[in-house]
């Protein structure tokens, strides 16, 4: 099982021997480096912004929400960005097309927010055939984070808003 290197103690693995090695599933710069471009530009993707098709007036003030509509998306904002969920998911191993873990809960951070609006931009990256409808739902992204995100849960909860999508008209669903 992956894990941050940073957040675990010798002295709870002692006397068991440790291995130290480059995440899986990227490739391998030199040593323990891995090259995350990939990684990256899945993230960007996703366009990890708030996006407003209306301008919020400046003289309007702060933009505030209620700690309901905080708690919407508050799990998945607690994503470091560490990639074990993609070393850890086999489906992202066999096929690194796939947009993967860490990019679907951003999506989903984003398109639970209140004040965005850019859900209609996301989808189409997100429910395309390397989006959410590759997962097998395996489960080990959200067992291995060690923020305790569930990337598992917003990828089985994206599936759903693609299928919404699809059986509801187009615009009977609120943005």
């Known amino acids: ?96 097309e796939f947009l993967g873990p860490a990019a679907t809960a951003l999506a989903r951070r984003y398109n639970l927010d209140s004040r965005d609006q850019g859900l209609t931009e996301r989808l189409p990256m997100l429910a395309n055939s390397e989006g959410v409808w590759e997962c097998s739902f395996v489960g080990e992204c959200s067992v291995v984070c060690p923020k305790g995100v569930d990337p598992a849960k917003a990828i089985q909860q994206t599936k759903l808003d693609t299928t919404m999508r699809f059986v509801l008209p187009f615009g009977t669903r609120e943005e």
């Open 1 to 96: 099982t992956p894990k941050l290197t940073c957040n675990a103690f010798l002295r709870d693995y002692w006397p068991r021997s440790i291995t130290v090695e480059p995440l899986n599933n990227f490739p391998i710069v030199r040593d323990l480096v891995i090259d995350m471009e990939d990684f990256m530009d899945k993230l960007k993707s996703v366009k990890p912004w708030i996006i407003r098709k209306q301008d919020y007036p400046l003289g309007a003030g702060e933009h505030r929400q209620t700690m309901d509509q905080i708690d919407e998306f508050r799990q998945f904002s607690e994503c470091i960005n560490c990639m074990l969920c993609y070393a850890a998911c086999p489906v992202y191993g066999l096929n690194n």
